[in-house]
């Protein structure tokens, strides 16, 4: 049987290398370009991922360090990560492509490396292996979407997704949370079509009385706050159910804004 982590760090490379192959093609203007993230163009994107990978790395590698960074995080929640973004934008494209291509291979390496059952740090709860492999994939993806859109190109779904469909259910519990309601008390049951037109993604009771069902791909670009809900197939049975597609996020930290509906 293929080892889980081994899995998802292999998916996570894969990512990485799909978003690189856009990017590396491109000329300067089209990085300064905009994307649906107020403020960010496609370099801010990418600069982003590069300042998280480096956050990673540092939390794998030097958990002192790390927590002064954290400290700095709580200090200023609202500016630090634009404040990296932009840092990381001053590069210039050749250095920040250079950069984020560096720290995605010394963090792949210190993934592969890390010892069995080991956890880190981070600005959340502490991440096993898997667990910080998975987040580094939902991000990667996630800010690749707004990369994608921005560049007017369209990207095919692949199986990847499905580690982003389990953060999002899994964060669940979360999403009420950190916005002081109390979470459901029973499980949902939620259904999803696989970007192979065939697979079922199933999670929660099957006989649960509330359901969350569609397409992955749509579930995926919700739960990271990529499309408004209205703007997806997805469909709920059950008020609690109904409530957490309003509110569901897949990210540590506090709500994001959400995007508009299509033609708002």
């Keep these: 049987m293929a080892d889980p982590t081994i899995a998802v760090l292999d998916d996570l490379r894969d990512e990485g290398e799909e978003l690189d192959r856009l990017v590396g093609e491109l000329d300067p203007s089209e990085w300064a370009r905009g994307t649906a993230a107020e403020g960010w163009s496609v370099a801010h994107q990418i600069a982003h991922l590069a300042w998280t990978d480096r956050a990673a790395l540092l939390a794998m590698t ?23 973004a932009e840092e990381g934008v001053r590069l210039g494209p050749g250095e920040l492509l250079s950069r984020w291509r560096d720290g995605r291979a010394q963090l792949d390496h210190v993934l592969r490396t890390a010892p069995p059952g080991a956890r880190f740090p981070w600005y959340g709860p502490p991440m096993s292996t898997a667990s910080m492999a998975t987040g580094r994939l939902m991000e990667t993806w996630a800010h690749g979407q ?10 095919e779904p692949t199986a990847r997704l499905r580690h ?3 953060i999002g259910v899994r964060a669940r519990d979360f999403a009420f949370a950190v916005r002081g309601l109390a979470a459901p008390a029973e499980e949902f049951r939620v259904e999803l079509a696989a970007p192979d037109g065939e697979e079922i993604w199933t999670y929660g009771p099957e006989n649960a009385e509330q359901r969350v069902t569609g ?31 309003d509110i569901a996020q897949a990210f540590a930290g506090p709500p994001g804004p959400g995007r508009a509906p299509k033609g708002a």
């Design 215 to 245: 397409p992955a791909l749509d579930f995926c670009l919700l739960v990271t706050q990529r499309v408004h809900r209205t703007d997806t197939a997805i469909e709920a049975v059950g008020p609690d159910a109904d409530r957490w597609l």
């Design 164 to 166: 982003i469909v389990r």
């Design 62 to 84: 030097d958990a002192e360090a790390f927590a002064v960074e954290v400290q700095k995080a709580a200090a200023d929640p609202d500016g630090f990560v634009d404040d990296g």
């Design 146 to 155: 707004d990369v994608w859109d921005a560049l007017g190109r369209t990207r």
